[in-house]
């Protein structure tokens, strides 16, 4: 069991309705490392600059992260966002965005992360993601993007897609890249592009699940606080990752699993939310994963 995830370590200044935070740390890599460490070993392929020290490391390794795959850049600074939520956190507002570091960012990867039965390409450019997948030997690999990739280099993202196994984008960015409104068309369509399954983000209503067996869809927990949707989405693709590499059988995971990591990948978002970046998440525990599990199984259970 292990997976590498290669994606932006960054600082983030966040503000909602609820509150705010300064310079916490966050990114895609991060966020989804996290979420994935309660279930496999995680290895973390990003760059950091000369900002980033012991303090924003530990948060990592003290979950059983390997970081030997962080390159620091001693001369930079790393990526910095601010952005904003107003009431609907399912929109983020982008205040202010400085690459640094990340702007020259070419993933090279060490033994050990080429060898991880599993591969993430977190939402970095489509030419970086190819490869990243070209250095890898992963059975399983799944690539998550946005709509800047869509719109601006929408040729070199669909080279990326076919030559991945799971795609992992929200609804209406999976709308957009297959210029289909309806969602179910949409996942169909994706599928053609070459993945085998297709995971459709849907934030606060959950999410969907397509493979050739057909659609799959669990709900958003309902939650009484919601303080910073920030990563969230990158934690479910944690949770959904980190149990199938978990769970995986001669290199394979049937249909039951996928369902099963769909409600795990629900599980870590959930916990993600409810406090500013990385804050709650780091701090779980396995029986609390495992309670929020089983609220998830009573929310969607019923008799026939």
Same mark, same amino acid.
């Given at each position: 069991?292990?997976?590498?995830?290669?994606?932006?370590?960054?600082? %983030?200044?966040?503000?909602?309705?609820?509150?705010?935070? #300064?310079?916490? &740390?966050?990114?895609? *890599?991060?966020?989804f490392a996290l979420a994935a460490s309660f279930f496999t070993?995680?290895?973390?392929?990003?760059?950091?600059?000369?900002?980033?020290g012991d303090e924003q490391l530990a948060v990592l390794t003290e979950q059983k992260i390997a970081v030997d795959d962080i390159e620091r850049i001693d001369d930079g600074q790393t990526?910095?966002?601010?952005?904003?939520? %107003?009431?609907?956190?399912?929109?983020?507002?982008?205040? #202010?965005?400085? &690459?640094?570091?990340? *702007?020259?960012?070419e993933p090279k990867l060490s033994a050990a992360a080429c060898e991880a039965e599993t591969l993430f390409l977190g939402n970095i450019q489509p030419d970086l993601q190819?490869?990243?997948?070209?250095?890898?030997?992963?059975?399983f690999v799944a690539l998550d993007s946005m709509n800047l990739w869509i719109e601006t280099a929408r040729e070199s993202l669909l080279a990326a897609i076919a030559d991945v196994d799971c795609l992992l984008l929200n609804d209406a960015?999976?709308?957009?890249?297959t210029e289909q409104p309806n969602l179910v068309t949409a996942a169909r369509a994706a599928m053609a592009l070459g993945p085998s399954v297709v995971v459709a983000k849907r934030g606060e209503y959950g999410a969907m699940l397509f493979t050739e067996?057909?659609?799959?869809?669990?709900?958003g927990l309902p939650l009484e606080e919601v303080r910073d949707p920030t990563?969230?989405?990158?934690?479910?693709?944690?949770?959904?990752?980190?149990y199938l590499d978990a769970v995986r059988v001669d290199g394979k995971h049937d249909e039951r699993a996928l369902r099963r990591a769909m409600a795990y990948g629900s599980v870590m978002a959930s916990f993600n939310v409810e406090?500013?970046?990385?804050?709650?998440?780091?701090?779980?525990?396995?029986?609390?994963?495992?309670?929020?599990l089983a609220a998830f199984k009573a929310l969607t259970h019923f008799h026939e």
């Amino acid at each position: 069991m292990s997976l590498t995830a290669v994606g932006s370590i960054a600082f %983030d200044s966040v503000r909602t309705p609820f509150g705010e935070r #300064e310079r916490m &740390l966050g990114g895609s *890599a991060v966020h989804f490392a996290l979420a994935a460490s309660f279930f496999t070993e995680v290895r973390v392929v990003g760059p950091v600059g000369a900002d980033f020290g012991d303090e924003q490391l530990a948060v990592l390794t003290e979950q059983k992260i390997a970081v030997d795959d962080i390159e620091r850049i001693d001369d930079g600074q790393t990526f910095f966002w601010r952005g904003h939520y %107003d009431h609907d956190m399912n929109v983020a507002h982008t205040d #202010e965005t400085e &690459l640094n570091v990340f *702007a020259a960012f070419e993933p090279k990867l060490s033994a050990a992360a080429c060898e991880a039965e599993t591969l993430f390409l977190g939402n970095i450019q489509p030419d970086l993601q190819r490869d990243v997948r070209r250095q890898s030997s992963a059975g399983f690999v799944a690539l998550d993007s946005m709509n800047l990739w869509i719109e601006t280099a929408r040729e070199s993202l669909l080279a990326a897609i076919a030559d991945v196994d799971c795609l992992l984008l929200n609804d209406a960015e999976l709308r957009m890249l297959t210029e289909q409104p309806n969602l179910v068309t949409a996942a169909r369509a994706a599928m053609a592009l070459g993945p085998s399954v297709v995971v459709a983000k849907r934030g606060e209503y959950g999410a969907m699940l397509f493979t050739e067996k057909g659609p799959f869809a669990i709900p958003g927990l309902p939650l009484e606080e919601v303080r910073d949707p920030t990563g969230a989405g990158d934690s479910f693709a944690g949770g959904f990752l980190g149990y199938l590499d978990a769970v995986r059988v001669d290199g394979k995971h049937d249909e039951r699993a996928l369902r099963r990591a769909m409600a795990y990948g629900s599980v870590m978002a959930s916990f993600n939310v409810e406090d500013f970046g990385t804050e709650r998440v780091a701090g779980l525990s396995q029986d609390e994963v495992a309670e929020r599990l089983a609220a998830f199984k009573a929310l969607t259970h019923f008799h026939e």
